[in-house]
């Protein structure tokens, strides 16, 4: 396979699979984070049928695949890639950095799994007002773009869906030409949740107990399976180990995610308020470990398998209600009991399915209770751990991705789309982007306000409309 830190300039050979280029803003490599991960996840399912390339629009470095390329691209050769392409699927801000995009034939499938104008709430909590303002609002047009130009659209679950519905209702792309083609809706947004690994985690070594200083070969692990980041509540866990830790010593807990893959993003406040708790509770590199890189996406059946117990706690606010937590997959992966915070989708999975436990948002002694229970009560365990590898089989990537595969196998432009239907939102801005470049191609034209650009202009119109 050729090195993955430059674009690939493969022949375009005479052939009857698809062709399909997946793109990702995320960092493509042996450290990837969950975006990534979704991403090398659907170009493996994709290229069992298809001709699949796998595009990062940020870095590509020491990955490859024997079924699909894998590689970088500038705006220069993501256009070729792009013309290449009878379908894109693309995921994140690639439309806004992108916007040429829009303009081509290309099929396109917007992956909008995650909900970033409700994870921006949380996440930019720490600007400053004006500036968080103007972030949240932009969040939202990224996403509005991809909502009104996609031909197909997956989230990560039907509660998921019905909020996406909602704001495709707003955008007018649930009109006749979209219900008359069909009455469900699916054709045009499905579900396509994360999925679990589709073979079993194998452990090549220990990558924690009698590993990592201060945890021995027989304490008790709970993990914690990704990165620490403002929307979610590890201060609660950190003083329920606290508590728990009372009456077994042998209690660690193991924050396999504290460093970001992506060096573009900075540790958050609640990972540095997690640390500040742990030193100040004195648990420090006694109860309470803090895994100072990213573990490699292929060596994370190591860390998982020293792990007696998986957590996922956070507060409870609107990002909650309509997340998906993609790392307790790898929980269900590793088969090990799940402890979760009420609100979100998994707590009823958790609940319907005894795969452990659900406690109130913020309830420290809750918390410490489900902890003892789930790793000192060994029939709990063991009847656990069976449920939830049994619940596993059946949430495996080739399963959760049956919707986009079914589209990518028969791909079509929507009929929308293809009509020309428009909402007065695109109208009025496609009016504005018309004066703009007639303004601009007008020698007459002279700035009089404190902007430097007609697009400058025009994106800080778009935002009073």
Not at 225 to 236: A, E, H, K, M
Request: with cysteine; charged share 25%.
């Amino acid at each position: 396979m050729p090195s993955t830190d430059r674009a690939i300039d493969a022949p375009d050979e005479p052939t009857a699979r698809r062709r399909i280029l997946v793109v990702t803003p995320d960092t493509l490599g042996t450290l990837m984070a969950g975006p990534a991960i979704r991403a090398w996840e659907i170009a493996t399912a994709l290229s069992q049928f298809a001709d699949v390339r796998l595009i990062s629009t940020n870095r590509a470095q020491g990955l490859t695949s024997d079924r699909f390329h894998v590689a970088f691209a500038d705006d220069v050769r993501l256009r070729t890639h792009v013309d290449w392409a009878d379908v894109l699927v693309f995921q994140g801000h690639v439309l806004r950095s992108f916007p040429w995009i829009k303009t081509t034939d290309t099929i396109i499938v917007a992956d909008i799994y995650d909900p970033m104008h409700l994870e921006q709430l949380e996440q930019g909590k720490d600007l400053e007002p004006v500036d968080r303002m103007a972030v949240s609002i932009d969040t939202v047009e990224v996403l509005n773009d991809q909502l009104e130009r996609a031909d197909f659209m997956v989230c990560a679950s039907d509660k998921q869906r019905d909020f996406w519905l909602g704001q495709l209702a707003g955008l007018a792309r649930i009109n006749p030409a979209t219900y008359d083609a069909d009455p469900s809706l699916r054709s045009l947004l499905d579900v396509a949740p994360f999925g679990v690994q589709n073979e079993p985690p194998v452990q090549k070594q220990h990558g924690i107990k009698g590993v990592v200083p201060g945890i021995g070969p027989d304490d008790k692990v709970i993990i914690w399976g990704g990165g620490i980041y403002n929307w979610f509540d590890p201060l609660t866990l950190i003083r329920a180990v606290a508590v728990a830790r009372a009456a077994h010593p042998d209690l660690r807990l193991f924050f396999m995610g504290a460093a970001h893959p992506n060096p573009d993003i900075p540790a958050m406040r609640m990972a540095v308020e997690a640390r500040a708790l742990a030193d100040e509770l004195g648990l420090a590199g006694e109860a309470v470990f803090f895994n100072e890189s990213w573990v490699p996406y292929a060596d994370r059946a190591d860390f998982l398998l020293d792990a007696d117990l998986g957590v996922s706690t956070h507060y409870e606010h609107l990002e909650t209600q309509f997340s998906f937590r993609t790392r307790i997959l790898d929980y269900l992966w590793a088969s090990l009991p799940i402890i979760s915070t009420d609100g979100d989708t998994f707590a009823g999975i958790i609940r319907e399915n005894d795969l452990g436990r659900v406690v109130p948002p913020e309830d420290v002694d809750a918390l410490a209770a489900a902890i003892e229970e789930l790793l000192y009560d060994a029939e709990a365990r063991s009847r656990i751990s069976a449920n939830v590898a049994a619940f596993a089989r059946s949430h495996t990537w080739e399963h959760s991705l049956r919707a986009l595969v079914a589209f990518c196998k028969n791909p079509s432009r929507a009929p929308d789309l293809v009509a020309g239907v428009e909402s007065e939102r695109t109208r009025i801005t496609n009016d504005l982007r018309r004066r703009v470049s007639g303004l601009e191609a007008s020698s007459s034209w002279r700035l009089t306000k404190p902007l430097r650009t007609a697009s400058h202009w025009l994106a800080q119109r778009a935002r009073k409309l």
